[in-house]
């Protein structure tokens, strides 16, 4: 376990062998602290984490890092130069440790304590299917090896840095999912990991609004593979269907594995099969193995799941039973959740967040229930230039699948009227301003013989129209 010695070794150079506190765990929020923890005090636009410290002592912190002056009733060790001056004996927990930048701070111990560690990293990241990878990844790898993974969505500057201080001796394997906004970010959390996997999803529009282009953000996510030492410790999981991933190949000097559904890949599937809410059945290739499968996962999508977590056992030396058993797993479905109405209908709740890609999946596995249809679907947030591109796509599709059609919002009116213009019927399109009305509509006009998707990004508060209808145990 990662001890205040290391901390401090780590900022200043100076190895202080009777500081063998254990640090148990590290939080920016100080109602998340455990006893023993360190308390990250992160000065924010909004809240600064410095007004909470003794917040977090009282409820078991023994260490904050600091950046900002504080009262004299605070014990504060000075960190902010290298060879600093420690009293051990003039101090007693809690205390704080100051230094320049917290989360500069954050990041070089995390740095520090994984080059201490004797372990693989998998660093999975694209725009769409990163969480939902690493939980069945983990699921694999946990098969025959002690595995951590991101918990939530700790995959930032500050929560993959995180992760990796939760991590001891031993662990032999860690999957980090890492996000992305702009350019410059993934090689910074790769610099801080050190993966020896990296796994690229695929290359959408989500967070183009702040990347700029569907181009930086492939240059963004290519970080991941040009990080990655050369073969034979490097490996490289890159989507073949996806040519933006494709042409990575050429900026890694790890080994390459594509995945996908081209017999060009060296693990590719076909013969899909999405069978509702009781999975995907399908026929995994791999070399001269030909193996069918069926999961656990729901709607055809998530072919590429299986395929980006059966990849990551195999280059990290499982069995195929080993694979299977991790597949199989059914908890790892993180964001559509599948729930009944008051009046028996089926809701699909993916109000997690929305992008085009993610938009149409759901959609296709709207179209694989019985019943039906109905479409609730609200703006997609962050696109950027292909903002109208993007919500016209799910609009042409939603009028094919789709018996009934609700948006919300005023870039889903864009999805309205392009399912107009692809043939779906007016009066089978309702658009709303507000969630009030459509959760009116639902509780008034649906059956058991209905199923429902409700889904747009996070800032809608879709969630609410679930909660409203959900039959309560």
Same mark, same amino acid.
């Given at each position: 376990m990662l001890t205040l010695a290391d901390a401090i070794e780590s900022l200043v150079n100076i190895r202080l062998e009777v500081l063998t506190q254990v640090i148990t765990d590290t939080a920016v929020d100080s109602r998340q602290v455990i006893p023993g923890g360190m308390f990250i005090a992160v000065p924010g636009d909004n809240v600064d984490g410095h007004n909470f410290i003794s917040d977090a002592f009282q409820r078991g912190a023994s260490f904050a890092l600091i950046q900002n002056d504080m009262p004299d009733t605070f014990q504060v060790i000075d960190l902010r130069q290298t060879g600093a001056q420690?009293?051990?004996?003039?101090?007693?927990?809690?205390?704080?440790?100051?230094?320049?930048?917290?989360?500069?701070?954050?990041?070089?111990?995390?740095?520090?304590?994984?080059?201490?560690?004797?372990?693989?990293? %998998?660093?999975?990241?694209?725009?769409?299917?990163?969480?939902?990878?690493?939980?069945?990844?983990?699921?694999?790898?946990?098969?025959?090896?002690?595995?951590?993974?991101?918990?939530?969505?700790?995959?930032?500057?500050?929560?993959?840095?995180?992760?990796?201080?939760?991590?001891?001796?031993?662990?032999?394997?860690?999957?980090?999912?890492?996000?992305?906004?702009?350019?410059?970010? %993934?090689?910074?959390?790769?610099?801080?990991?050190?993966?020896?996997?990296?796994?690229?999803?695929?290359?959408?529009?989500v967070h183009a609004e702040r990347a700029g282009s569907q181009e930086a953000i492939a240059i963004g996510k290519s970080e991941l593979a040009q990080s990655l030492p050369a073969d034979p410790e490097g490996i490289a999981i890159l989507n073949f269907d996806d040519p933006w991933v494709r042409k990575m190949e050429e900026k890694t000097q790890a080994k390459v594995f594509f995945y996908g559904l081209s017999p060009d890949a060296d693990l590719w599937a076909d013969e899909i099969e999405g069978l509702g809410l009781e999975g995907i059945r399908f026929r995994l290739h791999f070399r001269n193995e030909v193996l069918h499968v069926?999961?656990?996962?729901?709607?055809r999508h998530s072919v590429h799941t299986a395929l980006r977590a059966a990849a990551i056992g195999l280059v990290e030396g499982l069995t195929w039973q080993e694979i299977f058993d991790g597949l199989k797993q059914g908890h790892t479905q993180l964001r559509l959740v599948a729930v009944r109405s008051q009046t028996g209908a089926l809701l699909l709740d993916d109000t997690y967040n929305a992008s085009p890609e993610s938009m149409l999946a759901a959609l296709n596995l709207l179209s694989e229930l019985d019943g039906r249809k109905i479409a609730v679907l609200g703006d997609m947030l962050e696109l950027g230039q292909y903002e109208r591109q993007g919500h016209e796509m799910v609009g042409a599709r939603a009028s094919q699948l789709t018996d009934i059609?609700?948006?919300?919002?005023?870039?889903?009116?864009?999805?309205?009227?392009?399912?107009?213009?692809?043939?779906?019927?007016?009066s089978n399109i309702r658009e709303e301003e507000?969630?009030?009305? %459509?959760?009116?509509?639902?509780?008034?006009?649906?059956?058991?013989?209905?199923?429902?998707?409700?889904?747009?990004?996070?800032?809608?508060?879709?969630?609410?129209?679930?909660?409203?209808?959900?039959?309560?145990?």
């Open positions: 420690i009293d051990i004996d003039a101090f007693t927990l809690p205390v704080c440790l100051r230094v320049d930048n917290t989360i500069n701070a954050l990041q070089q111990i995390a740095r520090y304590w994984r080059r201490k560690l004797d372990l693989r990293v %998998i660093g999975i990241t694209g725009s769409v299917g990163k969480s939902t990878t690493k939980e069945l990844a983990a699921e694999v790898l946990s098969q025959r090896y002690r595995t951590m993974k991101n918990p939530g969505n700790l995959n930032n500057e500050i929560g993959l840095p995180m992760t990796i201080l939760r991590l001891s001796h031993g662990y032999e394997r860690a999957v980090l999912e890492m996000g992305f906004y702009v350019p410059g970010e %993934i090689a910074l959390l790769c610099d801080i990991a050190q993966p020896q996997v990296g796994v690229i999803t695929n290359i959408g529009t069926r999961v656990p996962l729901i709607g059609l609700i948006t919300i919002g005023p870039r889903a009116h864009i999805i309205a009227q392009a399912a107009k213009k692809s043939g779906m019927n007016k507000e969630l009030e009305p %459509i959760t009116r509509w639902l509780q008034e006009n649906l059956t058991a013989r209905d199923a429902v998707l409700i889904k747009g990004s996070r800032g809608l508060h879709l969630d609410k129209i679930v909660s409203a209808l959900e039959k309560q145990a």
